[in-house]
Every structure is written in structure tokens, then in C-alpha cells.
């Protein structure tokens, strides 16, 4: 009996527990209902402000007056002036050729870059100097004639002056010009003999060559190019806004940037008239030391006059048309100032009154006389 009473009784705990449980899930839903719909004090606070416009954050700095060198940027690249045509004076077989004379081969001035065969030259040179040794025995045999004719004459005619046939002046004066000929064409045979081993009168480069020993190469027919050192110059466009702000531009220095080099520069000269098409002038730099590999694209940055008592302002100031605003007295207030000139850091204005600091970017909405809040007035005296 006591074995069938313990099921009976089990059940109506495990139905209060389970109630139980319901129960208080219940109340816990409620509770949490209630915290949510309760008012928050600082959900009242913006309710309260909430008619009222907020200040727009506004980030400024103040800048320091003082002497700003203008700038001017541009892009050229690495020009060739002039290109020398290598071309022999003399015609002939080549028996040697230098290092030098190679593509990409540098040589200095008068080093020897390749021989013709001298061979003929020399025998020239020596049949140049026999007609010349022939020459001078003539101008002496004339002579001797004409002395022996002017004794014969002054026995005969004593006292008498000698005629010119008499004398064989023209004999003598033919001679001697036969002789001017002679050593002419020595000198001819002697510079030809010298011309044999080309070179060049500067330092420079070999552009292009064609010549190898054993090539025949003839006189006046070019077999490649060379170019100087210093006829290397930096070509780079430039406006002619900023061609004036550069005014005078010839003498002013500069700096070149390739991709892994600085090269100080000094502008040479500048075009005598604007490009048809782009009405740019163009600038030639020369540069200082070794310069850069020609073709090579450079950046161009030239030194232009110092502005004193001036600002150079971030572009983030320029709110267009060379205005900024500043912020006074808790309000927006347009400022217009002259620029001179902009560089890669920003533009050179006239020093103004810069009041509680001038706003960086733009301000949405902005108008003269507007409300602002600095954003972090402990960094608005810095300046950038």
C-alpha cells in the first residue's frame, strides 16, 4: 500500500513548481517593461535643448607672419641640346678603335677614340716635303742666276741700273711662289696625317656609332653621334602666370628630383615666345655637377622672390576666391588678402589679423556672422 501512495503524492509538487516557475518569468518580462518605458533625466535634458541650433565645430590655427620664399613647381625632363655628328676628314681604313668609342662610352677632350691607317698620310707627308726641298733648290738656282746676269750687265754697263728681265725678278718671284705652294701643301699633308686619329674638342658622350676595325670610313660621311657634357639641360613648360611671379627668371636656382637623386640647378634661359598650343614658355636649367641620364622625366622646383610679413597658409584655409574665414568673438568673419604666389606647402597671403584663428575646411552652411565652437581651443594658438 505504502508503494502506490508515492506516485499520487509527487504529482501535485511538480505542478506547483512548474507555476512557480511561469510565475516569476512573468514578473521578470513586467519589470523589465517598466525600466524600459521609465523616463531617463538625460533623454529629458535633450528633449529640453532640442529646439535649440547646436555651434558647428569649427578647427583653426594661428599663423606666424614673416619671410616666405615663393616657390614654383613643374615638370620637365632631361634634354640633349645639340648633337655632334661624327663624321671623319679623312678617307681610310680603321686600324683601332677606343673603349670610348662605344654607345654610352664617355671620353674626354682630345683622347684618341679611333685610327685610320696612316700609311698613305706619311707618304704624303713625304712626297710634300720633297716638293718642297725641290722648291727651295729652284728659288736658290734663280737666284744664283740673277746675281751672275747683274755682274755681266754692270761689266758691260757700268753704273747702269740692272733691268728687271736682266735680273730675272720674275723667275725668282714665280720660285717663290712655287715654294709657298710646296710648304702649303706639306702643312695640308701634315694636318691630313693628324686627322687619322679622331677625337673630339670637348668631354662628352657617344650617342650612336657605327665604326668597327677594319671599316672603311670616308671623308665627310658621319658614322654616328656624340653629344657635349655641358650641352645636358633640364627643359621644363611653365605657365606664364608663374613666369611672371619668377620675374626676372634667368639666374634664379632650382632644385631636380629623379626618382633616386636631388640635383641643384640654375635657369639659363628661358623661350623667346609661348608654345602655338599649350601658350606655356619653357625654361632651360643647367644643372650643377653630374647631371641626371637625358630622357629622364625630372621634378622642377624654382626658387622665386621672399615675400616679408607674410602668412603661409595650408590650402584647408582657402575657402575660394582667396577668402578664409576666421573666427571672432565666437563668430564666422570673412577675410580677403592678396596672394602673391602658392607653393607645395601652401600660398603666401598679406599678413592679416588673424582674431581667435583661422578655420581649416570648410564649414557647412557657412555665412558671415555665424555661431562656431572651436574644436579644441587649447591647439588653436599653433601653428601648423
Known sequence: MSDSSEPAS?????????????????????????????????????????????????????????????????????????????????????????????????????????????????????????????????????????????????????????????ARVPQIAQAEARLAAARARQRVAALDLERTAFSLPFDGTVARTTAEVGQLLTRGQSFGEAFADDAIEVVAPISSDNLKRLDPVVGRRARIRDRYRSFDAVVEKVSAELDSRTRFATLYLKVTGEPPVPGTFVDVEIDGPVFAGTFLLPDAAEQGNDRVWVVANGELRAVSTPTFGRTADGWITQAFDPEDGIVLGAVPGAQAGQAVQIADPGKAAATP
Do not use: C
Open 10 to 166: 509527487g504529482k501535485p509538487k511538480r505542478r506547483w513548481a512548474g507555476t512557480t516557475q511561469v510565475v516569476v518569468v512573468i514578473a521578470l518580462v513586467l519589470l523589465a517593461l517598466l525600466y524600459a518605458r521609465a523616463p531617463d533625466n538625460n533623454d529629458t535634458a535633450l528633449q529640453i535643448g532640442a529646439g535649440e541650433d547646436p555651434k558647428p565645430l569649427v578647427n583653426v590655427f594661428h599663423p606666424v607672419a614673416g619671410a616666405n620664399v615663393l616657390t614654383v613647381a613643374a615638370t620637365g625632363s632631361v634634354d640633349v641640346r645639340n648633337r655632334v655628328a661624327l663624321t671623319p676628314q679623312v678617307t681610310g681604313r680603321v686600324v683601332s678603335i677606343s673603349p670610348s668609342m662605344r654607345v654610352g662610352g664617355a671620353f674626354a677632350a682630345g683622347e684618341q677614340l679611333l685610327v685610320i691607317d696612316p700609311r698613305d698620310f706619311q707618304l704624303a707627308v713625304e712626297a710634300a716635303e720633297a716638293d718642297v726641298a725641290t722648291a727651295e733648290s729652284d728659288l736658290r738656282l734663280e737666284q744664283a742666276r740673277s746675281d751672275a746676269a747683274r755682274a755681266n750687265y754692270d761689266l758691260l754697263h757700268p753704273g747702269e741700273k740692272v733691268p728687271a728681265l736682266v
